[in-house]
């Protein structure tokens, strides 16, 4: 048997690139003939890849496509002969990039037409979540299953940067947001909490947002001008932009709880993340939030930024809740090791 794995995009760093890579890596483990192809790759995994241009059909292969974004490979899965299988990570709605980016509200369109279009070309389709899963059933996709995001969780026991530690090492309490700076996930609302907490609780705090601040300019300009008139500095609200490996697990490392206000996720593996470093979280209850920390974290409903910087400082001066929290989430990295064995998916693609 031979899989092939195609993705639009083959990002460092990225959720979706990384989790090709870990199924391709144990199907060469388990001695099954394995192939990534890429449209395009960053230069420090494009050797894990076949350049699409320079792909040679193999009839006999089965076909994974890993969909998120519009791109020529919808067209070319639609004419594809052979087994095929689609892998959905979701699609941010169109309407949160409205205002922000013409570009990117259209090619969120484009990609929900895409996704349309190909309701009736695979033997099989996965949605990382059964919130994802249950959009490809309401689109009319057959033979729909769960099967998590697969997450290589040893590199998170790798080196950790001690300078970068020392950064973060004083009186301040770190509340840690990592993900993409866009507009679904809300770090305006993470700057409103932050404010209500150094301005009634505790001036010792600090928000520490991972991710790239590049991707949509006129956004991440947006909730820089809005700290700024919250008189929130550089020191109180620190982006860091895209963090190398050993930088990003030394935030992880020294992070005091971890806030989502995200509005919209199709799995969110940060929250993932956090629980495998025993930090706590406090979530609000949106998309595949509630399914993926399963039992793990705090869920909310209302966005009272008020309220949400309170429950921030119950979970950190709670030394029974904060234990209580790590837990819980050293039990949902059991259940996400069970859930997201490689295995069950290899007896699928054979059973095809």
């Given at each position: 048997?031979?899989?092939?794995?195609?993705?639009?995009?083959?990002?460092?760093?990225?959720?979706?690139?990384?989790?090709?890579?870990?199924?391709?890596?144990?199907?060469?483990?388990s001695?099954?003939e394995?192939?990534?192809?890429?449209?395009?790759?960053?230069?420090?995994?494009?050797?894990?890849?076949?350049?699409?241009?320079?792909?040679?059909?193999?009839?006999?292969?089965?076909?994974?496509?890993?969909?998120?974004?519009?791109?020529?490979?919808?067209?070319?899965?639609?004419?594809?002969?052979?087994?095929?299988?689609?892998?959905?990570?979701?699609?941010?709605?169109?309407?949160?990039?409205?205002?922000?980016?013409?570009?990117?509200?259209?090619?969120?369109?484009?990609?929900?037409?895409?996704?349309?279009?190909?309701?009736?070309?695979?033997?099989?389709?996965?949605?990382?979540?059964?919130?994802?899963?249950?959009?490809?059933?309401?689109?009319?996709?057959?033979?729909?299953?769960?099967?998590?995001?697969?997450?290589?969780?040893?590199?998170?026991?790798?080196?950790?940067?001690?300078?970068?530690l020392?950064?973060?090492?004083?009186?301040?309490?770190?509340?840690?947001?990592?993900?993409?700076?866009?507009?679904?996930?809300?770090?305006?609302?993470?700057?409103?909490?932050?404010?209500?907490?150094?301005?009634y609780?505790?001036?010792?705090?600090?928000?520490?947002?991972?991710g790239?601040?590049?991707?949509l300019?006129?956004?991440?300009?947006?909730v820089?001008?809005?700290?700024?008139?919250f008189?929130?500095?550089?020191?109180?609200?620190?982006?860091?932009?895209?963090?190398?490996?050993?930088?990003?697990?030394?935030?992880?490392?020294?992070?005091?709880?971890?806030?989502?206000?995200?509005?919209?996720?199709?799995?969110?593996?940060?929250?993932?993340?956090?629980?495998?470093?025993?930090?706590?979280?406090?979530?609000?209850?949106?998309?595949?939030?509630?399914?993926?920390?399963d039992?793990?974290?705090?869920?909310?409903?209302?966005?009272?930024?008020?309220?949400?910087?309170?429950?921030?400082?119950?979970?950190?001066?709670?030394?029974?809740?904060?234990?209580?929290?790590?837990?819980?989430?050293d039990?949902?990295?059991?259940?996400?090791?069970?859930?997201a064995?490689?295995?069950?998916?290899?007896?699928?693609?054979?059973?095809?």
């Amino acid at each position: 048997m031979t899989v092939e794995q195609f993705l639009p995009a083959f990002h460092y760093g990225d959720a979706i690139g990384n989790s090709a890579l870990a199924l391709h890596r144990f199907l060469l483990a388990s001695g099954v003939e394995s192939r990534l192809v890429a449209m395009t790759s960053d230069a420090g995994v494009s050797d894990q890849a076949v350049r699409f241009q320079d792909y040679r059909l193999d009839p006999g292969a089965i076909k994974i496509l890993h969909f998120a974004v519009a791109s020529q490979l919808t067209d070319y899965f639609l004419e594809l002969p052979g087994k095929k299988v689609m892998i959905y990570h979701n699609i941010t709605p169109a309407r949160f990039f409205a205002g922000f980016s013409d570009f990117l509200t259209g090619f969120t369109h484009a990609g929900r037409e895409h996704l349309r279009r190909l309701n009736n070309t695979f033997d099989l389709c996965l949605g990382d979540s059964t919130y994802n899963a249950n959009e490809l059933r309401e689109l009319g996709f057959a033979n729909v299953r769960v099967f998590p995001l697969l997450v290589d969780l040893g590199e998170y026991e790798a080196e950790t940067s001690s300078a970068y530690l020392k950064l973060l090492q004083n009186d301040r309490k770190n509340i840690l947001f990592t993900g993409r700076i866009m507009p679904n996930k809300r770090i305006e609302d993470l700057i409103k909490v932050v404010f209500f907490y150094k301005k009634y609780i505790s001036p010792a705090v600090r928000l520490i947002v991972v991710g790239n601040t590049r991707a949509l300019p006129k956004y991440f300009l947006a909730v820089q001008d809005l700290a700024a008139r919250f008189y929130l500095t550089a020191e109180d609200v620190f982006f860091t932009g895209h963090l190398p490996a050993d930088e990003f697990l030394a935030v992880y490392r020294h992070a005091d709880v971890f806030l989502s206000m995200s509005e919209h996720e199709g799995f969110c593996l940060p929250l993932l993340e956090s629980c495998f470093f025993r930090l706590p979280v406090l979530a609000f209850n949106a998309g595949a939030v509630a399914e993926t920390l399963d039992g793990a974290g705090m869920l909310f409903n209302e966005k009272n930024s008020a309220l949400v910087a309170g429950l921030v400082d119950q979970v950190l001066r709670n030394g029974p809740l904060y234990r209580q929290l790590q837990e819980k989430a050293d039990a949902r990295i059991q259940r996400y090791r069970l859930q997201a064995d490689p295995q069950r998916l290899l007896a699928w693609l054979r059973d095809m």
